[in-house]
């Protein structure tokens, strides 16, 4: 274990240092802060590594493990009431449980927060059994994809909907599918293939975490439509300034005990829930449910140690240094800025080395985890960049997230359906912690400094990286299949090459 934590760290420490660095040069150069802001930067990163080591250790050996037992038990049943109950209970608890959803809701202007995040767990609760009877029942994950985007698209252009609604809708949508969530549900996905032997089994392994995205949307739009014409509430961003370095010190004393509550309600629900099936129906030997229950406990460590270096040490730096630059005359750096920064933000979202690993090991290695990093992060560094143009401009994001979803929606009917399951899920996947806490409070900053519409400008940048990454990773699909289609072409002409030359080349005579 101790090899496989170094392991971890090692991995965290290169996802975060290049995000670190960047910030660092922008404070002795573009952006001068104070040097309790650098150390409280500093603090957090180091925090955040460590933590992001644990929990990735941790959820190897818990989640997974579990997540994948239950979604085979509950599946080998064939119980379709106790399927339905189980998929809607795990949904609305993981979601409550979810912090990065807390973080928006926290942040949101147009409606409370237990109101926000009650809708949202709705919604998963809801799409999560969806997307299990899918699986279950073998139906074509691009089809029913498309029925609920054209559903969502009209309802969010509805008259009924106010504007302020739209771009939290979307939001919500990518930040359900966090650190909790994706290792949860990916695992369920495992555990309901792992018992078919069917062709379709590798593909349908993945999917759930798209179709829960949708849930939530569908809810807030919903919500805004009971709302009537509710606007977004007046609401300020506030910086917070030290005058030492002791008090920045005090302040992330302070935040522990609250990241530990946070992270109480959102781990023991599951324990709670993986226990519950072990003791009915999974039954592992103490031998090997040991190991499970230390997984938790790192997984609890690592969370918290992650939350509190991100939202202490993360979250002002995003919102000042976005503030200083949108006030500053050379604003439109925000654009190249934002999409370098974005680039490399995505490597330390923890839920993206679940993905990772899990494509690698159901694809046999077929699909790297390397490739899918590089086109979530080209995805993320597109997506960021037109956040930045948004914030600039003030353009609706209905523009960006209508062409969007409908060229992704169309590429499903030119791409292998693998990789339309995993783009679809990547997009849940790469909105995580950091971009709550990061690149929301950037884009909430550059705004405060433009002075333009935290509602509708601002928010909306969650949506944003929950989308280009669809788009990349379908692309790289496609690049897969016409690169497959020349290496069969090139295996029939060598084989046609051959038939030719084998007459040639026999014996003289008889």
């Not at 302020?164 to 966090?178: E, L, R, W």
């Not at 992330?252 to 099936?277: G, H, M, R, S, Y």
């Not at 333009?452 to 400008?457: F, P, S, V």
Request: with cysteine.
């Amino acid at each position: 274990m101790k090899q496989n934590l170094y392991d971890k760290i090692f991995e965290s420490l290169s996802a975060v240092l290049p995000v670190t660095l960047i910030v660092l040069i922008l404070s002795v150069t573009l952006v001068p802060m104070s040097g309790e802001m650098v150390f409280m930067f500093i603090l957090g990163t180091a925090m955040l590594i460590l933590g992001l080591g644990l929990f990735t250790l941790g959820v190897d050996q818990s989640m997974m493990i579990m997540g994948e037992r239950i979604g085979a038990g509950i599946t080998r049943t064939r119980k379709v009431p106790l399927i339905i109950i189980t998929c809607f209970v795990i949904g609305v608890f993981i979601t409550v449980a979810e912090p990065d959803l807390t973080v928006l809701a926290e942040q949101t202007p147009i409606a409370e927060n237990m109101v926000i995040i009650l809708s949202v767990a709705l919604g998963v609760g809801i799409f999560l059994t969806i997307a299990f009877l899918r699986t279950l029942l073998k139906l074509k994950l691009s089809i029913l994809l498309i029925v609920f985007y054209i559903i969502t698209f009209v309802l969010a252009l509805s008259p009924l909907i106010s504007p302020d609604f739209i771009p939290v809708a979307f939001d919500s949508g990518g930040v359900t599918t966090g650190p909790i969530t994706v290792p949860f549900v990916m695992a369920l996905g495992l555990g309901l293939t792992a018992i078919r032997s069917d062709k379709k089994s590798e593909e349908d392994t993945f999917g759930l975490v798209a179709l829960c995205s949708i849930g939530p949307i569908l809810t807030v739009l919903i919500l805004g439509a009971l709302n009537g014409d509710a606007q977004a509430q007046p609401f300020t961003a506030t910086e917070v300034l030290y005058d030492n370095v002791q008090q920045v010190a005090r302040e992330f004393v302070v935040a522990i005990p609250d990241e530990l509550k946070n992270v109480t309600i959102a781990i023991v629900p599951i324990a709670a829930l993986c226990l519950l099936f072990q003791l009915v129906m999974i039954k592992l030997k103490s031998k090997e449910f040991k190991p499970v229950i230390i997984g938790f406990a790192i997984t609890f460590v690592g969370l918290v140690l992650f939350l509190t270096g991100v939202n202490v040490g993360f979250m002002p730096v995003g919102l000042y240094l976005g503030k200083e630059l949108g006030s500053s005359e050379i604003r439109w750096l925000l654009i190249p800025l934002g999409s370098v920064i974005g680039f490399f933000i995505v490597k330390a979202e923890p839920a993206v080395h679940v993905l990772k690993k899990q494509v690698e090991e159901v694809t046999l290695g077929r699909i790297s985890g390397k490739s899918v990093g590089s086109a979530l992060s080209i995805g993320i560094a597109v997506s960021v960049a037109l956040a930045m143009t948004r914030v600039l401009t003030g353009i609706s994001i209905v523009w960006f997230l209508i062409p969007g979803y409908a060229f992704s929606l169309l590429m499903t009917f030119f791409v292998p359906s693998l990789f339309t399951a995993i783009a679809f899920d990547s997009g849940g996947v790469a909105s995580g912690p950091m971009t709550a806490t990061f690149l929301l409070p950037f884009a909430m900053g550059a705004c405060l400094g433009v002075g333009g519409d935290l509602a509708k400008d601002a928010f909306g940048i969650v949506a944003m990286v929950a989308m280009t990454p669809l788009i990349t990773i379908q692309l790289l699909g496609l690049a897969s299949k016409l690169s497959s289609r020349r290496i069969d072409v090139k295996a029939l002409s060598e084989l046609d090459e051959l038939v030719y030359l084998l007459p040639n080349a026999a014996p003289q005579g008889g």
